[in-house]
């Protein structure tokens, strides 16, 4: 069984900061790309950030700049430092994984992590 599971979520001012982290436990057998969404009430899921098994990085418009995601290999943990934030931020995040299965891909995801930024 393969679960994630996030942390770090919480109340910040606007223009405060925020660490996430997500935690991968399971028969992970290799390095998988790692991803943070977020959803605010009533609106629709979207993208924020992706890293690859080797590194490389992508971000929604909307973040790039202020946030940046990283891994830990080793402890199967991806991180999202995210600075400067805004009252538009606040949202659930929630870490997403693909993993290859002999039937094909799943996708994982956590509970999820509330973020409020307001003053």
């Known amino acids: 069984q393969v679960q994630l599971v996030e942390s770090g979520g919480g109340l910040v001012q606007p223009g405060g900061s925020l660490r996430l982290s997500c935690v991968a436990s399971?028969?992970?057998?290799?390095?998988?790309?790692m991803s943070w969404f977020r959803q605010a009430s009533g609106k629709e899921r979207e993208f924020v950030a992706t890293?690859?098994?080797?590194?490389?990085?992508n971000y929604a418009d909307s973040v790039k700049g202020r946030f940046t995601i990283s891994r830990d290999n080793a402890k199967n943990t991806v991180y999202l430092q995210m600075n400067s934030l805004k009252p538009e931020d606040t949202a659930i995040y929630l870490c997403?994984?693909?993993?290859?299965?002999?039937?094909?891909?799943?996708?994982?995801w956590g509970q999820g992590t509330q973020v409020t930024v307001s003053s």
């Open positions: 399971g028969d992970i057998f290799s390095a998988n790309p």
């Open positions: 997403y994984m693909p993993l290859m299965f002999r039937d094909g891909i799943r996708n994982y």
């Open positions: 890293i690859s098994s080797g590194g490389s990085t």
